[in-house]
């Protein structure tokens, strides 16, 4: 059974940097598509960032962002640690949300930050919140 634990949230300032955990148990991080989603009170879920990693070569991650996060959001796994991260710089008051880390059953290279379907399994949540 596929579990998702999130960290790492907090309160910063805009210009501040904060580096989000979601501990996951029960998926593959080999052929497996992961994500961090987000959602602002009186807003629809968005999605953030995706990384999918191909069981034919994992050494490479094959990676998507929303284009209001590209150059300050990084996505990132740890297969050892069976940790996926969302570093985040440059933070702004537009940032401020819950942010979920989601597991795709099926179809995993179909994995992109454009949208949610597929996304089945999901953590409890962080919250992010920057003050101007």
């Known amino acids: 059974q596929v579990q998702l634990v999130e960290s790492g949230g907090g309160s910063v300032q805009a210009g501040g940097s904060l580096t989000l955990s979601c501990v996951v148990s029960?998926?593959?991080?080999?052929?497996?598509?992961m994500g961090w989603f987000r959602q602002a009170p009186g807003k629809e879920r968005e999605g953030v960032a995706t990384i999918f990693v191909s069981p034919g070569d994992t050494t490479y991650a094959d990676t998507t962002y929303a284009d209001s996060v590209k150059g300050r959001f990084t996505i990132s796994q740890d297969n050892v640690k069976n940790t996926l991260y969302l570093q985040m710089n440059s933070l702004n008051p537009e940032d401020t949300a819950m942010y979920y880390c989601?597991?795709?059953?099926?179809?995993?290279?179909?994995?992109?930050?454009?949208?949610?379907?597929?996304?089945?399994?999901w953590g409890q949540g962080t919250q992010v919140t920057v003050s101007s």
């Open positions: 989601a597991t795709k059953g099926r179809f995993p290279w179909l994995c992109s930050a454009r949208s949610s379907a597929g996304f089945d399994k």
């Open positions: 029960g998926y593959s991080f080999s052929n497996g598509c």
